[in-house]
């Protein structure tokens, strides 16, 4: 199971991608038209424009993960209009993608951090 608690950043790849593209086709996506650093060990997650598909790309030591979900029923809550070519969300963010639910969860609770007492 894919464990984005792992990764530094996760990138959505805005609008719809053609997931005919295998790991070649999208790390070219990522690194010329996104001018994103492809090694950095960032999730870098892309749509069909069923929205009932998901590639993430995901580079590990010496060698790329491709990560594909296909829904049988239903589609990803995909965010749509967003600015440029892709949209940094949070992991958590993409969890709740994953779960089939919006990047916005206004009934969560609020993430918290734990402060260093001085």
Not at 64 to 73: A, D, G, S, V
Not at 75 to 92: K, L, V, Y
Request: aromatic share 12%.
């Amino acid at each position: 199971m894919l464990n984005p608690h792992e990764h530094a950043e996760v990138y959505l790849a805005c609008g719809s991608t053609d997931l005919r593209k295998s790991i070649d086709g999208l790390a070219a996506l990522v690194q010329h038209s996104f001018q994103l650093d492809l090694f950095s060990r960032s999730l870098f997650v892309f749509c069909n424009r069923g929205r009932d598909k998901l590639k993430i790309l995901l580079w590990d030591t010496n060698g790329f993960w491709l990560y594909y979900r296909r829904l049988e029923r239903g589609t990803f809550r995909w965010p749509a209009g967003a600015e440029g070519p892709t949209r940094p969300i949070s992991r958590r963010q993409l969890q709740w993608l994953l779960d089939g639910l919006c990047l916005e969860q206004h009934q969560a609770h609020p993430p918290v951090t734990a402060r260093i007492a001085s």
